[in-house]
């Protein structure tokens, strides 16, 4: 059997090295994307950065603790409350200490971290040039770290409270780049005067000394050892950049793996479709059922093992390209890089090998399965059904997809616009109808060719009936276009509406005629400015966060600003469906739908942003939206957190060029950006999609080459599979020029078959995600990638054509009597 094998696939060269590539290249994508994701299941081994100098850090605890009835639950703070003073005082009797402060800074239009110079001693920085700064007016910035700042210049900064604002500083001296910030060193009373609180305190005591005298103070961490690293800025930047690095590469293994087993198992069964004229010829030489199937599984267990090894060497050595690209890109941190995890490897070797099979699978056991003088009739026109497994596959996976959206309108919309769902759920739908293709290509390309068949002269009807007559062909090479060119509509498509119904919802919630701010703490001598603007009501809100304990086990983080009500309600028009935003006070809330306690005048126990505990009444209720809707409070309840940003409204008497004149000449002087309403949601909302529209164009690039080479790939073996048709054609009189217009029309109708069937499934997952949005009550168009799907179709349009064309004419350097005459 096996020999009989090895025979055959020497014979018919090109099906089998076309099956070998789509493989290969399959298990590449899987074992490449599958190395790369598990390079983001570890973190680099780091110590101490900003406090490496000290033997003992005292600081607030980041995290919320909550015992419930499964175990201990822990949610990230807002804002932790700074390190009381009483405690810094008795800190400085057990040994020496410095007291760290650390705030925003605007260093010449850049953004910087302020410190006071006391801490540098425990920090990495050394002075390198010049001294330290001893008056208010003087800075110690980092070389290389700012914009090109030298000892002796001088700079405007900006500086958020303590009645500092924006002032000129001359820069005394300079420290090295420590690699984690952008610092810029204040002399101790001036830092203190920026930012009274304390964010952290370096000891150089007995750390049991230390832990005894901080028990009193609940809140506070003694941090020694690697646990330093808690002090860090960003400590957990690591961590969390690998989350989205693995959430990206998650989405790109779940995408390129959908995207190649399809490809390859169309593939193969398509490889076997062509060889029913050799079956036949097997059987009536007495070969039984059994036999001709034992012979294609193992051929395709064969060229499975081959291909699968050869794919595993190919993502082994195409992996770290992958990772520096992220890199390069951004998506990445520096230091990311592919371990030697072979975890992956076994995994893409074994669903290639496992995928050759199922793809001969159902198509061997039809060829086995059939009479002789059936085969050879078979064998001559491609015109059957589909096999009833298949269809009722495709059935079962569309339906699925169908039944899986439907049951999220109904049940829950708004998780429609999350991404794993909306990265998963259409893939049920494009695999479904990838597998009805063939029951959709025949009615589709008579469709599409009704008026080329009708233009003069015979390419167009000649193009229609090798098409209709060639389903398996057709559909074999329209459905790497069709996933493809649904996945980029579908993805790109709904990230974009996603988008624009967020920017929407927002303009929609805003009554401002101009919006400061956003980027971090105000200016107070702008706040206090546009406060006392004549003509115009104000709302000042700052940024914070509340937890909630839900169904008794799980801590909900929020989003929430903090407004006066009153200013509030002048300048927002938030969606509430219970409640009023004058009803807002210290002691309640507003929520969203999201909440499992969402009825007005109910209290509801939360967790505010620096870990205090506080029961608050429920005053209105908003709904849910695109998920943007957080929470608001009052500043009481705002953990201390600094005004970020002012919506400024026009009263009715107040004069539109004037006010806008006094806001920009404040924002002038404090260097404070003041924009537009639209503006500022523009900047702050935009439509294109940041980095996830950007992972997403990454991901689809690498599933659009692979769908490029394999779409070649299977014309090439359909063009090799009909040289005796296009002998024909030349010996009844068809010009070269004709027959390579012929396979060139071909080539593109069949494209355009893959991409009308495309674009239908992305259409109706756009519609999915519309019909949530007007559930959510979010009005918003659905934005349509023209020109990513374009591109798409564009990109295999001209793959297929070469594809065909070229072999085509190499077919044609042969004499038309001799390939009329040769059998397979």
């Not at 076309?18 to 299941?41: D, K, Q, R, Y």
């Not at 062509?274 to 193992?298: I, K, N, S």
Request: charged share 20%.
């Amino acid at each position: 059997m096996l020999s009989s094998a090895l025979r055959s696939m020497r014979t018919r060269w090109v099906t089998f090295i076309g099956s070998f590539v789509a493989l290969a290249l399959g298990v590449g994508l899987i074992a490449m994307t599958g190395l790369a994701l598990a390079a983001t299941f570890d973190t680099p081994d780091r110590g101490p950065e900003r406090f490496a100098g000290a033997p003992v850090v005292v600081a607030p605890s980041d995290t919320l603790r909550v015992a419930t009835p499964v175990g201990e639950r822990t949610a990230r703070l807002a804002a932790p409350r700074p390190v009381p003073q009483r405690l810094a005082a008795g800190l400085s009797a057990l040994g020496r200490t410095a007291e760290d402060r650390t705030f925003p800074v605007r260093l010449a239009g850049e953004r910087a971290v302020g410190h006071p110079w006391a801490v540098a001693a425990a920090t990495p920085y050394r002075v390198i040039s010049g001294r330290a700064p001893a008056e208010a007016g003087e800075i110690v910035v980092t070389a290389g770290g700012g914009p090109g700042l030298r000892t002796g210049d001088r700079v405007r900064t900006a500086t958020p409270g303590g009645g500092a604002g924006t002032k000129t500083r001359t820069v005394v001296g300079t420290v090295a780049d420590a690699g984690f910030e952008k610092a810029v060193f204040f002399s101790d009373a001036e830092a203190a005067r920026i930012h009274p609180a304390v964010d952290a305190v370096a000891v150089h005591a007995d750390a049991d000394a230390v832990r005894r005298l901080t028990q009193a103070f609940p809140g506070m961490s003694v941090l020694t050892g690697d646990d330093r690293r808690r002090a860090d800025p960003g400590p957990d930047r690591d961590s969390e950049a690998l989350t989205a690095v693995n959430a990206l590469l998650g989405t790109a293994a779940g995408i390129t793996g959908f995207v190649s087993v399809s490809v390859v198992a169309s593939t193969f069964s398509f490889a076997v479709a062509q060889r029913r004229r050799e079956f036949g010829l097997l059987r009536t030489t007495g070969a039984t059922p059994g036999q001709v199937r034992r012979t294609v599984v193992v051929e395709a267990l064969v060229i499975g093992v081959l291909a699968s090894a050869a794919g595993c060497l190919l993502g082994e050595a195409a992996a770290p390209v992958l990772a520096g690209r992220l890199v390069d890109e951004g998506f990445a941190p520096a230091w990311f890089l592919v371990g030697d995890a072979t975890w992956p490897l076994h995994t893409a070797f074994w669903t290639g090998l496992g995928v050759a099979l199922a793809g001969v699978a159902v198509s061997s056991h039809r060829a086995g399965r059939i009479r002789p003088v059936e085969a050879l009739r078979d064998a001559s026109v491609d015109a059957g059904g589909m096999p009833p497994g298949r269809l009722l596959t495709g059935a079962a996976v569309l339906l699925t997809g169908l039944g899986l959206l439907g049951w999220a309108l109904v049940t829950d919309p708004g998780d429609v616009l999350k991404r794993k769902t909306y990265i998963l759920q259409p893939m049920w739908i494009i695999a479904g109808c990838a597998l009805l293709a063939p029951l959709l290509v025949r009615p589709l390309t008579r469709l599409l060719t009704w008026l080329p068949a009708r233009l003069p002269g015979a390419t167009g009807l000649l193009a229609r009936q090798n098409a209709s007559t060639g389903i398996r062909r057709t559909a074999a090479v329209a459905a790497p276009v069709l996933i493809t060119v649904a996945l980029a509509g579908s993805l790109l498509g709904t990230v974009a509406t996603i988008n624009e119904a967020r920017a929407t919802e927002a303009a929609a919630v805003s009554r401002a005629d101009h919006v400061a701010g956003g980027d971090g703490p105000l200016d107070p001598r702008f706040v206090q400015r546009v406060r006392s603007v004549p003509g115009a009501v104000t709302s000042a809100s700052r940024s914070t966060g509340v937890t909630v304990l839900e169904e008794g086990t799980a801590l909900i983080t929020s989003e929430a600003r903090a407004a006066d009500p009153a200013g509030l309600a002048a300048t927002a028009r938030l969606p509430l469906v219970a409640g009023r935003v004058g009803d807002l006070d210290d002691d309640s809330i507003i929520v969203n739908e999201e909440w499992e306690t969402r009825t007005v005048g109910q209290r509801v126990s939360v967790w505010l942003g620096d870990g205090r505990k506080v029961s608050l009444r429920i005053a209105a209720v908003m709904r849910t939206g695109t998920g943007s809707n957080g929470v608001y409070v009052t500043p009481a309840n705002a953990a201390g957190a600094a005004i970020d940003r002012i919506d400024v409204r026009l009263r009715e008497e107040g004069d539109p060029s004037a006010v806008r004149a006094l806001l920009e000449e404040a924002g002038r002087d404090t260097g404070t950006p003041v924009m537009t309403r639209d503006a500022w949601v523009t900047a702050h909302y935009p439509r294109t999609g940041g980095n996830t529209r950007a992972g997403l164009m990454l991901i689809l690039g690498i599933a659009l080459l692979y769908t490029g080479i394999a779409l070649a790939n299977t014309m090439v073996m359909a063009t090799s599979d009909r040289v005796r048709d296009l002998a024909v054609l030349r010996l009844t009189g068809a010009t070269k020029a004709q027959v390579l217009r012929l396979v060139t029309v071909e080539a593109l109708m069949v494209v355009a078959v893959g991409t009308v069937m495309g674009g239908a499934v992305a259409g109706l997952n756009l519609l999915g995600v519309k019909g949530a949005l007007e559930l959510l009550s979010v009005s918003s168009p659905v934005v349509v990638p023209w020109t990513a799907a374009g591109g798409v179709a564009a990109a295999c349009a001209v793959a297929a054509t070469v594809s065909a064309v070229l072999p085509a004419l190499a077919a044609m350097r042969t004499r038309p009597v001799e390939l009329a005459g040769s059998r397979e």
